[in-house]
Antibody, heavy 120, light 108 residues
Framework: EVQLVQSGAEVKKPGESLKISCKGS????????IGWVRQMPGKGLEWMGI????????RYSPSFQGQVTISADKSISTAYLQWSSLKASDTAMYYC?????????????WGQGTLVTVSS | SYVLTQPPSVSVAPGKTARITCGGN??????VHWYQQKPGQAPVLVIY???DRPSGIPERFSGSNSGNTATLTISRVGAGDEADYYC???????????FGGGTKLTVL
């Protein structure tokens, strides 16, 4: 059974750093793209970026380029989304999602989401 | 950057057919995917490549795509279909995914 299990909710202060995770199981992690999606409170889905764990090929939305870093550790089948300096506006639910073996395949499995709250 | 436009809301009576549109410049030349998101839950893929259904998605869900509009059609709508629906395409000119703004489906 394909599963994406995300790390737990985080409460951080502005300026702090953060790295959240998404662990894949039930499939060959290195062969499928993993994407990240932001959902701010009461708002729609925003695509942030995507990574191919096999070779760490990464693409970013222009809106998030330079604001976050997407990475993966294929030895433990885990993808990451990280911030070096959080802002209050980063408060949101973040989802990881498995795409297919090519970057243009849709997201067929989703993690449960990680709620990030940034507040002083 | 490619823009997808969805109506903010669609209302339909139980048992009727709901149609949710997704507009984009020459969207008919792209593959459109649709996601359903119920409150407090992660999105679920309901239609991919314009009109294919993942296993487990009822036949009541179908899609079409032509010209500047893609449409998600849900027939015999029930209370369990109340959710937000998002369209998505791959923008090959900029190498990234794009979501529509989402449509809230209300069953009257």
């Amino acid at each position: 059974e394909v599963q994406l299990v995300q790390s737990g909710a985080e409460v951080k202060k502005p300026g702090e750093s953060l790295k959240i995770s998404c662990k894949g199981s039930g499939y060959t992690f290195t062969n499928y793209w993993i994407g990240w999606v932001r959902q701010m409170p009461g708002k729609g889905l925003e695509w942030m970026g995507i990574i191919y764990p096999g070779d760490s090929d990464t693409r970013y939305s222009p809106s998030f380029q330079g604001q976050v870093t997407i990475s993966a550790d294929k030895s433990i089948s885990t993808a990451y989304l990280q911030w070096s300096s959080l802002k209050a506006s980063d408060t949101a639910m973040y989802y990881c999602a498995r795409h297919g073996t090519t970057v243009t395949n849709p997201a067929d499995y989703w993690g449960q989401g990680t709620l990030v709250t940034v507040s002083s | 950057s490619y823009v997808l436009t969805q109506p903010p809301s669609v209302s339909v009576a139980p048992g009727k057919t709901a149609r949710i549109t997704c507009g984009g410049n020459n969207i008919g030349s792209k593959s459109v995917h649709w996601y359903q998101q119920k409150p407090g839950q992660a999105p679920v893929l309901v239609i991919y490549y314009d009109n294919d259904r993942p296993s487990g998605i009822p036949e009541r869900f179908s899609g079409s795509n032509s010209g500047n509009t893609a449409t998600l059609t849900i027939s015999r709508v029930g209370a369990g279909d109340e959710a937000d629906y998002y369209c998505q395409v791959w923008d090959s000119s900029s190498d990234h995914w794009v979501f529509g703004g989402g449509t809230k489906l209300t069953v009257l």
